[in-house]
Nanobody, 118 residues
Framework: QVQLVESGGGLVQAGGSLRLSCAAS????????MGWYRQAPGKQRNLVAS???????TYAGSVKGRFTISRDNAKNTVYLQMNSLKPEDTAVYYC????????????WGQGTQVTVSS
């Protein structure tokens, strides 16, 4: 059984910052790519940022230069530092990871709400 537990969401004013964390736990033999997605009301879930085991990163164009993804492999944890937040960043943010237990599977966290007020 694998769990991804997110923390760090909340309410912030435009221009502010938040840091999201996501820790994976359970019978984990390995973790490949980790990432953050977000879903605003009435919209589809989209990739925000991802990071592979070597530290290579990918960002959505709308967050490039404002958000930074990082990971601590020893702690099975991925982070998302969000700066210069805008109202359009408001969404539920989901952690995602490709994890090996008996085989490789894709796992999701429960989601954490980020609300940016104008």
């Amino acid at each position: 059984q694998v769990q991804l537990v997110e923390s760090g969401g909340g309410l912030v004013q435009a221009g502010g910052s938040l840091r999201l964390s996501c820790a994976a736990s359970g019978s984990i033999l390995g973790i490949s790519a980790m990432g953050w997605y977000r879903q605003a009301p009435g919209k589809q879930r989209n990739l925000v940022a991802s990071i592979n085991t070597g530290g290579a990163t990918t960002y959505a164009g709308s967050v490039k230069g404002r958000f930074t993804i990082s990971r601590d492999n020893a702690k099975n944890t991925v982070y998302l530092q969000m700066n210069s937040l805008k109202p359009e960043d408001t969404a539920v943010y989901y952690c995602n990871a490709y994890i090996r237990t008996t085989g490789w599977d894709n796992y999701w966290g429960q989601g954490t709400q980020v609300t940016v007020s104008s």
